[in-house]
């Protein structure tokens, strides 16, 4: 097996697990409609919001901006006592972390159609 389908088998072992874990601890909780409602964290229909404009921005801006974009308003959004000087190098680190590894060490294409443009 290739790296990357280790990563990929390995992603899902875990993501089964932590569902499982997550439906067991949901069955034991004992809270009304109400209280669950009031018990949901606003940020979380927006980083669904955000997660889904972040995927169709892919094909215009390309990955490195729209990755960065959405780095830089998730990790303010999950902290907002984050200076916004922390949320752009967090967002410029994990952005080049994520294109060194997937595009240069796993030789993945992301798309850049901003640079296809300029070209």
Do not use: H
Request: glycine fraction near 4%; aromatic fraction near 12%.
């Amino acid at each position: 097996m290739s790296v990357p389908t280790i990563v990929f088998v390995l992603i899902i072992v875990l993501s089964l697990a932590v569902l499982v874990k997550a439906i067991r601890e949901y069955r034991q909780m004992k809270q009304t409609p109400q209280e669950k409602e009031a018990s949901m964290d606003p940020r979380i229909p927006i980083t669904i919001g955000a997660i889904i404009v972040y995927a169709m921005l892919w094909k215009v801006v390309g990955f490195c901006l729209s990755s960065f974009l959405f780095f830089t308003a998730e990790s303010k959004l999950l902290n907002r006592k984050s200076s916004w000087v922390k949320c752009v190098i967090l967002a410029v680190a994990v952005t080049a972390l994520i294109r060194i590894v997937f595009g240069e060490f796993f030789g993945v294409n992301l798309p850049e159609p901003i640079f296809e443009f300029l070209s």
